[in-house]
């Protein structure tokens, strides 16, 4: 699955692609691979408080709500994993709201 990312500045925007290549759910939380300008595995999944995204090869991992969300969610995710690889992750998200039992 392709999908678009786009990161909006003051001055101009910038657009990119990513792509799902692996969609797995475990019942309790989704594995997550995404191919972008980097490589990244994403686990996500509901909590008590809404929900969460733990991206182990990088250490980092968040609250987030729901995946339709793309605002939040890339503003959390930015705050952990930089401008690009937060704002693919929510892209990813969002893109995949639909197939996600949430």
């Not at 692609?17 to 994403?42: A, D, L, N």
Request: some cysteine.
């Amino acid at each position: 699955m392709v999908f678009e990312c786009i990161n909006k500045g003051q001055r101009r925007s910038e657009k990119w692609t990513g792509k799902i290549t692996g969609f797995k759910s475990y019942g309790t939380h989704y594995e997550i691979q995404i191919e972008s300008r980097s490589g990244i595995t994403v686990l996500f999944g509901k909590t008590s408080r809404g929900a969460f995204a733990c991206m182990p090869d990088f250490g980092a991992g968040c609250h987030l709500v729901n995946p339709r969300d793309h605002f939040w969610n890339s503003e959390k995710l930015t705050s952990v994993l930089g401008k690009v690889d937060g704002i693919t992750v929510a892209s990813a998200l969002n893109h995949l709201a639909d197939k996600l039992d949430y």
